[in-house]
């Protein structure tokens, strides 16, 4: 029997993930774009201009990221996905 209960609520990131964390993974994210984009714009996956909008927005999620300071508390809650990966 599974005794594990269960649990509805959004997820807690903050005592899970620091702000370099977040940091690292926007930089790691925006280097695999950043790769995959031409193929998939040769592909029909998606346009050059999304392309360029989506890494433009992640830049700008990047600096102000890095613009904070590492007492900045994140979120502490993140939506659970609509379907679970």
Known sequence: MNNAK??????T???YRNLQEARDELVRELNL???CFP???QEG???LSDAKDRLDRMA?????LESLDE???LPDRVD?????F
């Open 39 to 41: 193929r998939w714009i």
């Open 6 to 11: 269960k649990n509805d609520e959004p997820q």
């Open 45 to 47: 996956r998606v346009s």
């Open 33 to 35: 774009r950043s790769r």
């Open 80 to 84: 659970k996905p609509e379907k679970p």
């Open 60 to 64: 700008t999620a990047l600096r102000y």
């Open 71 to 73: 007492d900045t508390p």
């Open 13 to 15: 990131v903050a005592q």
